[in-house]
């Protein structure tokens, strides 16, 4: 039986050559005749382009398209190839902070936001864990909750946010017979030591993160033979005044009658003097909201304790009185990257004495041990350098003697280094010293460091006979300057034999 369906296609299509006009592609109704408008079949239906893939001399791809070759080759075996090894943005000698460090603020809602925890050889540090540009207004990095905090009032009434001492107990007592004008340490030191025995308290956890006695950098916990490597009479007295102070208030409040809830509070006197070195190097001083009450409150902040300090911080500490929390903000318009110690300024305009004091560290570029010459007058620095043989970067200032005869190696002492690092100086490679112009300078600098003393309070005699005539001694050495700078170098080394 034939099939109902037929197809007729022309001849003009089956042996001709496609043209621009004609595209053999395309079967055009104009090309079928009337035999191929059927109605649809018992069964299927064939498709046209099931024909034109039957047909040798018709395409079934677009106009020149070029063929697709698939690649035969297989991708390389990832295990053969040499990993990428990325540079930490960290120092080599720092290590992630332990995981329940985190844990352990981040269940009680602690945040911290783009920065990381690192350990190392000289403690805890906060480093900035992404780049952060520049804005117009201070970015939050942390916030902690007030009841994660230990506070005090500075004066009476002694308040405690959060409220751990219940009523009743003796370390109230304790903490109500300090003086209120000076024993702020003191006070938050019992309380300190009070929360590690409070059963649940957040510090018990915390405390394994604090620096033990030989860690901490407080000199309170210092030996006397340590003190006396200070070279400064005065610190190393306040320390020691310090040390029979903190023993007095221990000897008087634990003694052998004193209640046991008492006595396991710091059951010897290192574990009191650990405790008073925390508060004192750790604490903050901070005014605060809470409610309707507006005061200044000494303060144990954990995880913004782990701040280090610098004189040009990039961050600063704010109250949030809404949420009573603690922010950690970045200085508005302050870019950081990755890798970057966040810090903060401890004490704003001490001196290195006071840092020593209660933190135990000092930095040679504080700006309030610099004396600020109020003139625009500044010597050449490479020329004051020369004269004298000193050597190094500013930091790291030494007398060089391998420069010198051996004449002047009793001249060139302390002084003369921290003449170098303070007086105000410049330098040029391309321009020259000018010797009119220096001994025009070095005179005005010397005019003001006479005015500096003679606004003290000792006099110049007074000075000779305490600091043995270092202090005259160094501005004559300043005022050789300009016997060298008339170059005559014969004058210079007679003065300064004279001066010996």
Known sequence: MASPFRVHLPFSLLFSNPTADSNPHRISPSNLDHNSYLHSPTFAQPRIPELACRLPFVSSGRKGKPPVRASTSLPPFKLFETPQIEESPFPPDLEPADPDFYKIGYVRSLRAYG?????????????????????????????????????????????????????????????????????????????LLFAFDVEGNFWQLYGDFLPSADECSSLLLAEKDDLLELQDPVLASKLEQQYQRALEFWEKHWHPAAPLKIKRLARDAERFFWALGVVQSRSVCLQ????????????????????????????????????????????????????????????????????????????????????????????????????????????????NSLLSRGEDNNFVDGAVIAAARNLPSWSDDDMPPVPSVERRAAKELQE?????????????????????????????????????????????????????
């Open 288 to 399: 605060t909201r809470i409610g309707a009450l507006v005061q200044k409150r000494n303060m144990l902040v954990p995880y913004a304790d782990m701040l280090n300090h610098s004189f040009q911080p990039n961050c600063f500490l704010h109250w949030r009185f809404r949420d009573r929390m603690l922010e950690v903000m970045i200085n508005a318009g302050q870019r950081i990257k990755k890798g970057d110690e966040m810090t903060i300024d401890y004490m704003s305009g001490q001196k290195n004495r006071l840092f020593m004091e209660r933190y135990g560290f000092s930095s040679s570029v504080n700006p309030w041990d610099v004396i600020n010459f109020s003139g625009k007058a500044k010597i050449h620095r490479d020329s004051f350098l020369s004269i004298f043989n000193i050597s190094g970067l500013p930091e790291e200032y030494y007398y």
């Open 115 to 191: 920065v990381e925890f690192m350990e190392g050889p000289n403690g805890f540090g906060v480093y900035a864990s992404r780049d952060v540009e520049p804005l117009r207004r201070a970015r939050m990095i942390m916030e902690i909750p007030l009841e994660l905090m230990l506070t005090i009032s500075q004066k009476l009434p002694w308040m405690f946010f959060p409220d751990i001492v219940p009523i009743g107990h003796p370390i109230f007592d304790i903490i109500n017979s300090t003086i209120p004008e000076t024993d702020w340490d003191l006070r938050l030191a019992c309380l």
């Open 448 to 500: 003001e460091c006479r005015q500096m003393l003679a606004e003290l309070p000792t006099t110049s005699q007074e000075d000779q006979q305490i600091l043995g005539t270092k202090i005259i001694i160094l501005f004559y050495k300043i005022f050789l300057i300009y016997y060298l700078y008339l170059g005559d170098l014969h004058v210079y080394l007679k003065l300064l034999l004279l001066l010996i």
